[in-house]
């Protein structure tokens, strides 16, 4: 097993810096009214007999026609879709400029409330398609649309994580088809924590990797604070190291992220609560932990077998369907999408 690095740690890194406490999650129904707002300013007559309102776990959505304005329970996530002229991307050339692409991106950003001094340089990307015929004829390589992410930075330091982003799709017409946006409020600063040093993040980070089986590649590291994706809730910004990286197996391949705590003290996890068991579904009779009977409902909920509890042999997973999700994933397989 070796462990190589094509990017290291940044070797400049602060002294220390301060952990950020985030604003709490509206609730229901003054999240309704925070909604409402985000819908007014983009634009959206709200008044309209048309208007309909989903209160669900864990979005609540807001439907002007057929536009959507949605809002996360848990971490105030906003999602925007609007219908424009140029939805039906089959039919439409794509000639918007990348210019263009971000001053729409730019506006629909201002007009959902995003700090200006927040917002970092903007990237770029294209999802483009291409295919052959049924003859086998190749079917020339076009745009679909434009996606503009703008990365969060706060007092000169990047966020990471999958969180501290708003994303912004524009399609032919050159109007906003959809964005996403991960942007908790601070509310104040918690306290100051010491920096460690990126060679001892690394050192800890090689000797977890030193029981992976296969070899390593460090394709990213990083360090910023780290801003959880919009599932999870989150009570504290803190200071990070993120690594991602692939481990490849003779012809097995796979990539994964490793988050360490880059300050001497911690605040919360850097990481959601688990949503699903670790491990099968337990066989019938129910589970047995100790002398205790688990009902088989009970033991999938827990996280992890105990010791000396009862092991149950994996289950296949089902073949999808014609025209299942996975079946329809895989024949949009030709569309990519590219960084500029």
Not at 224 to 233: Q, T
Request: proline share 8%; net charge positive; aromatic share 4%.
């Amino acid at each position: 097993m070796t462990v190589t690095f094509q990017q290291d740690l940044p070797a400049d890194v602060p002294a220390s810096l301060p952990v950020l406490v985030l604003e709490e999650p509206t609730p229901f129904p003054a999240s309704l009214v925070r909604l409402i707002g985000a819908a007014t300013s983009l634009g959206l007559d709200v008044g309209h007999a048309s208007v309909t309102v989903s209160i669900g776990d864990p979005w609540t959505s807001l439907r002007v026609g057929p536009d959507e304005v949605a809002m996360h329970a848990r971490s105030q996530a906003v999602r925007v879709a609007r219908a424009t002229n140029g939805n039906d991307r089959r039919a439409l050339a794509f000639e918007v400029a990348d210019e263009q692409a971000v001053a729409a991106a730019t506006d629909l950003v201002a007009r959902l409330g995003v700090p200006k001094d927040e917002i970092g340089q903007p990237s770029i990307s294209h999802l483009r398609v291409a295919g052959r015929t049924v003859g086998g004829e190749p079917i020339a390589e076009r745009v679909l649309d434009t996606e503009i992410a703008f990365p969060r930075v706060l007092d000169g330091v990047a966020v990471g994580g999958p969180g501290g982003m708003v994303s912004v799709r524009v399609d032919g017409s050159g109007s906003v088809a959809r964005s996403l946006l991960v942007w908790r409020g601070v509310r104040a600063p918690a306290s100051t924590v010491r920096i460690r040093r990126p060679g001892h993040v690394r050192d800890v980070f090689e000797r977890a990797m030193a029981r992976k089986r296969g070899d390593v590649t460090v394709t990213s590291a990083s360090f910023g604070y780290f801003e959880l994706g919009p599932d999870d809730r989150q009570s504290y910004l803190q200071p990070a190291y993120t690594l991602i990286y692939e481990v490849r197996d003779g012809d097995v391949v796979y990539r994964s992220a490793a988050v360490h705590h880059a300050g001497d003290r911690v605040f919360e996890r850097l990481a959601g609560p688990r949503r699903y068991s670790t491990g099968p579904a337990p066989a019938q009779p129910p589970a047995t932990v100790g002398v205790v009977a688990v009902p088989a409902a009970a033991a999938v909920a827990k996280p992890a077998a105990r010791a000396g509890s009862a092991k149950s042999k994996p289950t296949a997973k089902p073949k999808a369907k014609p025209g299942s999700n996975a079946t329809r994933s895989r024949a949009r397989a030709g569309a990519v999408r590219k960084g500029t």
